[in-house]
């Protein structure tokens, strides 16, 4: 006695759509997950940037940590391009699995109020509802948050994780660290004359500035 066994047929797998609003491309999770912003102009981008996205990825319930880089200035200061810079945070943290780096701020190139912290915040909450913000400042310009674009919306979109800066003790976590005290502007300024900036940027942040010429006068 024979019979015919029926054929499975195999349907093809629907293809994940890439996630809007600027945000890196990671696999969608299923639940809601907890994410560390961490804007600046990264102009460039140096150590102390790595070490305090490291900082909270260990020490905080986050899933992840983005790099925010600012697509224009709010107070209008001169800046890399925009390109340069994120390609710069990329080879930044290239060895951190789950530090991303987000081009969220060129979404809003057109906002009149593109740099200020809330807007960023509403555009990423409206394209990632299911996913809870957290926001880090530096001890080094916590003083000044208040007066910061509506700081109070601010706060209700996303928590405020504080990472100590050396320099600034104030609003610290009692016994962490403070992250080493380094500048983006000294690191413009040793490049700009030729001066050697190992251990402030990373060797292939340090390589990709000099080969496109970043910062020389």
């Given at each position: 006695?024979?019979?015919?066994?029926?054929?499975?047929?195999?349907?093809?797998?629907?293809?994940?759509?890439?996630?809007?609003?600027?945000?890196p491309?990671?696999?969608?999770?299923?639940?809601?997950?907890r994410?560390?912003?961490l804007?600046?102009?990264?102009?460039?981008?140096?150590?102390?940037?790595?070490?305090?996205?490291?900082w909270?990825?260990?020490?905080?319930?986050v899933?992840?940590?983005?790099?925010l880089?600012?697509?224009?200035?709010?107070?209008?200061?001169e800046?890399?391009?925009?390109?340069?810079?994120?390609?710069?945070?990329?080879?930044?943290?290239?060895?951190?699995?789950r530090?991303?780096?987000?081009?969220?701020?060129?979404?809003?190139?057109?906002?009149?109020?593109?740099?200020?912290?809330?807007?960023?915040?509403?555009?990423?909450?409206?394209?990632?509802?299911?996913?809870?913000?957290?926001?880090?400042?530096?001890?080094?310009?916590?003083?000044?948050?208040?007066?910061?674009?509506r700081?109070?919306?601010?706060?209700?979109?996303?928590?405020?994780?504080?990472?100590?800066?050396?320099?600034?003790?104030?609003?610290?976590?009692?016994?962490?660290?403070?992250?080493?005290?380094?500048?983006?502007?000294?690191?413009?300024?040793?490049?700009?004359?030729?001066?050697?900036?190992?251990?402030?940027?990373?060797?292939?942040?340090?390589?990709?500035?000099?080969?496109k010429?970043?910062?020389?006068?």
């Amino acid at each position: 006695m024979s019979a015919r066994r029926s054929q499975r047929v195999k349907q093809p797998l629907a293809r994940a759509k890439p996630e809007s609003g600027g945000a890196p491309r990671t696999r969608r999770a299923a639940k809601s997950r907890r994410v560390a912003l961490l804007g600046g102009s990264f102009n460039p981008p140096h150590v102390a940037h790595v070490m305090a996205a490291w900082w909270v990825l260990v020490t905080e319930d986050v899933d992840e940590v983005w790099l925010l880089p600012t697509y224009r200035h709010a107070f209008g200061k001169e800046l890399a391009p925009f390109e340069e810079r994120v390609r710069m945070c990329r080879l930044a943290v290239k060895g951190l699995s789950r530090v991303k780096v987000s081009t969220v701020e060129k979404d809003l190139a057109r906002d009149p109020h593109v740099g200020r912290t809330v807007r960023v915040l509403e555009h990423l909450r409206a394209h990632h509802p299911r996913t809870r913000f957290a926001l880090v400042v530096g001890t080094d310009i916590l003083r000044d948050v208040a007066k910061w674009y509506r700081w109070a919306d601010i706060q209700k979109l996303a928590d405020v994780i504080v990472v100590g800066r050396e320099g600034y003790p104030t609003g610290a976590r009692p016994g962490a660290p403070l992250l080493p005290r380094i500048s983006s502007t000294e690191v413009r300024e040793r490049l700009a004359r030729g001066d050697d900036v190992r251990g402030l940027v990373g060797k292939a942040v340090e390589e990709y500035a000099e080969k496109k010429g970043l910062y020389r006068r």
